[in-house]
């Protein structure tokens, strides 16, 4: 596609649910980032991809919240056990080098019950 | 403690009038810059950047941005503001310059009234 995609674009989740949320880059970019935005507030780093390699996850607010990218180009966030303070909008970027400009996608809106 | 601030949480504008957003930032070395736009339900689409040379940058829709160095400051710019600038703005940084790892600052709110 054109732009960086993002499923589900919306996902209720019951507290204790473990999610999914997929991000489609853009094709060919080499650098994928994964940022968290709760409400009301700018993005916060969670995670960085270049191709597969997960280079830094330094953002990661707990080891239950896990994200792969095995063949360097789709990535997925895992989340375990949801919170609800784990309510946010999950916003992916990718890029076609770093450092360079980061493209996002639309974003999926946690709401944990 | 490393930081990207941005001072108004809301602006209000009439449209037709200036604009100018504040942006500062507390690292040491001179980092990437740059302004990103949020509308409603929307991802992040970017307005300009700055990695280096001349401290004045234009970006899209007619905004600008003036980097000082001496005030760690990139505040973003408009000479006339339209109706459909309403949304959320985003100053962030790349401190680091090679990771690619943006930090954001908490955004402004922009209402424009007609």
């Known amino acids: 596609g054109a732009g960086v995609s993002q499923s589900p674009r919306y996902k209720v989740a019951k507290r204790g649910q473990d999610v999914a949320l997929r991000c489609d880059p853009i094709?060919?970019?080499?650098?994928l980032f994964w940022y968290q935005q709760a409400l009301g507030q700018g993005p916060e780093f969670l995670t960085y991809f270049q191709n597969e390699a997960q280079l830094d996850k330094s953002g990661l607010p707990s080891d239950r919240f896990f994200a792969e990218r095995p063949e360097g180009s789709v990535s997925t966030l895992k989340i375990q056990r949801t919170q609800q303070e784990d309510s946010a909008v999950y916003l992916c970027a990718s890029s076609l080098r770093t450092p360079n400009i980061q493209y996002f996608g639309a974003g999926t809106r946690l709401s944990v019950l | 403690a490393q930081s990207v601030t941005q001072p108004d949480i809301h602006i209000t504008v009439s449209e037709g009038a200036s604009l100018e957003l504040r942006c500062n930032y507390s690292y040491g070395a001179t980092p990437y810059l740059f302004w990103y736009v949020q509308s409603p339900g929307q991802g992040l689409q970017l307005l300009l950047k700055y990695f280096s040379g001349d401290t004045l940058v234009q970006g899209i829709k007619g905004f600008e941005a003036e980097f000082k160095r001496s005030q760690s400051s990139f505040n973003l710019r408009k000479p006339s503001v339209h109706w459909s600038d309403a949304a959320e703005y985003f100053c962030?940084?790349?401190?680091?310059?090679?990771?690619?790892?943006?930090?954001f600052g908490q955004g402004t709110t922009l209402q424009v009234k007609p």
């Open positions: 094709s060919g970019h080499v650098s």
């Open positions: 962030a940084v790349d401190p680091s310059s090679n990771t690619g790892k943006l930090i």
